[in-house]
């Protein structure tokens, strides 16, 4: 296995995505999730094949992605995915809300797991509901959980759904079999819907083991819908392919509901990328990922050396890291101070969560580990400054 170099920075400059073209050429962008590995050949043979036919026209439908999607998903994931029971659109957010018009009322209570995905929030509010924040339990020193009894009290409070994320952003926590049972007895004694967003299911490092939701038990099968994607773990998110995939009757019955429109939404080059990636890409990701063990260990290292103040837990699945900074006594929000002082972009961490989210941020470190190293320098030297 050969790993995966991320392209050097004065390429990457001439990128035109939003990692690129968000901060002054000075700055170290590490907030948005993109990587800046090359992009995998099957998948850029596919989209310049197409180009050079001009295959530019609307997307086929979901089967072609679906079947594709289920060889990868059992090869790599241990999920069998049944292709009749998969609908694409644009990407996973779109599918979030989608999933959440049609299992929430105006105003019902829906369930997101703090730090989270920044989105989670909004999506909530855009399918008419209201957000419902369970703080994870334990930490960075300890590891973290579900707070299983206060989202059943959220369900017993009325909370109609929730959303999963597994693995979990920011923290790159992976959960284990027993979690997911348990939240999927819940959902099926308060029948709520679980959301599943696993779109960072392919990049859970070897040696830790990932669950699918809808793979967990019959109650997950009936009480969740699993929303994901090609386009973390292969760096698609531009090109707007994602799969709503369900296992149960229930769960057929909310997919199957979608406005047809919903399904058109998926871009071409989307799903040609995403054939693509799900068919011949795996030899590429298993590169990426060892790259990225090299990089998430070299940041504990980074960090012990340069800002032992800083606390940081590992993380076993995505390529984000979810650092406390309140040691080096930065506010709330210490990310608008590395961006002024350091130059070094990171995602807010109030963003994740107001509370559990102040004095932290969360680090992309899907780069060149001398971007890595020039990224924990900057901020050490910014310390010492202040």
């Known amino acids: ?113 703090s730090p989270i995905y920044p989105p989670f929030f909004d999506l909530v509010t855009e399918a008419g509901g209201r957000v419902v924040e369970v703080p994870m339990a334990g930490g960075i020193d300890e590891g973290w959980e579900f707070d299983l009894l206060g989202i059943e009290a959220a369900f017993a409070g009325g909370a109609r759904a929730m959303i999963l994320c597994n693995p979990h952003n920011p923290i790159g926590w992976v959960p284990d079999r027993g979690s997911l049972a348990a939240l999927a007895d819940l959902a099926a004694g308060f029948g709520v819907t679980i959301v599943a967003d696993e779109v960072h299911g392919p990049l859970v490092q070897p040696g830790t083991t990932y669950t699918p939701f809808l793979m967990v038990s019959d109650a997950a099968r009936d009480h969740g819908i699993a929303v994901t994607a090609a386009s973390k773990a292969f760096n698609l998110a531009g090109l707007k392919c994602a799969l709503v995939v369900t296992a149960s009757e229930r769960g057929d019955r909310v997919r199957t509901s979608f406005p047809y429109e919903v399904e058109w939404r998926m871009g071409q080059f989307g799903a040609l990328a995403s054939i693509a990636a799900f068919r011949d890409g795996g030899p590429w990701l298993d590169g990426v990922l060892a790259s990225l063990d090299d990089n998430r260990r070299l940041l504990a290292d980074l960090l012990a050396e340069e800002l032992p103040g800083v606390r940081y837990r590992m993380p076993d699945a995505t390529y984000l890291a979810w650092l406390d900074l309140t040691a080096l006594g930065w506010g709330d929000d210490p990310a608008s101070y590395a961006l002024e002082h350091a130059r070094v972009a990171l995602e807010p961490g109030p963003k994740f969560g107001a509370v559990v989210g102040r004095g932290h941020a969360r680090l992309n470190f899907a780069c060149t580990p001398e971007v890595l190293d020039e990224a924990v320098t900057r901020l050490a030297e910014a310390r010492v400054a202040r």
């Open 1 to 113: 296995m050969q790993r995966i170099a991320a392209d050097p920075i004065d390429l990457l400059r001439t990128r035109t995505s939003s990692k690129w073209r968000t901060f002054p050429a000075d700055v170290l962008p590490l907030p948005i999730a993109e990587m800046d590995y090359p992009l995998a050949e099957p998948i850029a043979d596919a989209l310049i094949a197409a180009v050079h036919r001009s295959d530019t026209g609307y997307n086929a439908g979901s089967r072609p992605v679906a079947e594709a999607f289920q060889g990868f998903a059992a090869s790599r994931l241990g999920w069998d995915v049944d292709p009749a029971r998969v609908t694409c659109t644009a990407d996973v957010s779109l599918g979030i809300v989608e999933v959440l018009r049609r299992v929430t009322n105006p105003g019902d209570g829906v369930v997101i797991t």
